[in-house]
C-alpha cells in the first residue's frame, strides 16, 4: 500500500488478469478461489480487502496509470457473467 500511496505514476502490462487495482471483489474472489484452492474462504476474504485498500489509497492520490492488458483478458471470462460486468472507477474529488 505504500508503493500505491507514494507513487507519481504507475505503468503495468498485464497479458493474463486484469491488474489488481482494477480487480473488482468478486473478480478477485474468482480469480483467488480458481488459483488456490487451498486458501480457506477467510484466509480469501483477508486479502481482497488489503486489495481493496490499496484501490482505495489508489483512488485517493490518483497517480498518473498506464496499463495494458492483452486482448484476451477482456474475453477470458473468470466467475461468470455478472462478475465481468464492468464497475468504473469513481474518481474522487
Known sequence: MGLESDARRIQRYDASQVPGLFQTEDYQRAMMRGSIPEVGDEEIERRIQVRMERQRVWTQNWPQ?????????????????????????????
Not at 65 to 93: F, S
Open 65 to 93: 496509470t498506464w496499463v495494458i492488458i492483452d486482448e484476451a483478458v477482456i474475453h477470458r471470462v473468470v466467475g461468470g457473467p455478472e462478475t465481468m460486468h464492468t464497475h468504473p472507477v469513481e474518481r474522487g474529488p
